[in-house]
Nanobody, 126 residues
Framework: QVQLVESGGGLVQAGGSLRLSCAAS????????MAWFRQAPGKEREFVAR????????YYADSVKGRFTISRDNAKNTVYLQMNSLKPEDTAVYYC???????????????????WGQGTQVTVSS
């Protein structure tokens, strides 16, 4: 069992930046690939980014590529999402998720992930 707690959300103007954090507790953090998803009102949960257990590879949704950066610190049991050049369409609840299986071609599917945090709200004003 892994417990995930997100933080760092808030209200920001378009063009601004935020850094989200997700602190993990329970099982060994480095046993998991980690990801961020987001869900806007009335929309399905969508993939944002993923990082492998040893940080050797990252994956991004096209909508955030070049603006967002995922990273992790296994010594601190924490995964981060640095979000720059934010747009109003980035407004959503952001969730971190843990996957017990390393790799996999379906990394952008929410069904692949075993543990989820409670989410943190990000609101970008125009």
């Amino acid at each position: 069992q892994v417990q995930l707690v997100e933080s760092g959300g808030g209200l920001v103007q378009a063009g601004g930046s935020l850094r989200l954090s997700c602190a993990a507790s329970g099982r060994t953090f480095s046993n998991y690939d980690m990801a961020w998803f987001r869900q806007a009102p009335g929309k399905e949960r969508e993939f944002v980014a993923r990082i492998r257990w040893n940080s050797d590879r990252t994956y991004y949704a096209d909508s955030v590529k070049g603006r967002f950066t995922i990273s992790r610190d296994n010594a601190k049991n924490t995964v981060y999402l640095q979000m720059n050049s934010l747009k109003p369409e980035d407004t959503a609840v952001y969730y971190c998720a843990a996957d017990r299986e390393y790799g996999g071609s379906d990394y952008n599917s929410a069904l692949k992930y075993d543990y989820w945090g409670q989410g943190t709200q990000v609101t970008v004003s125009s």
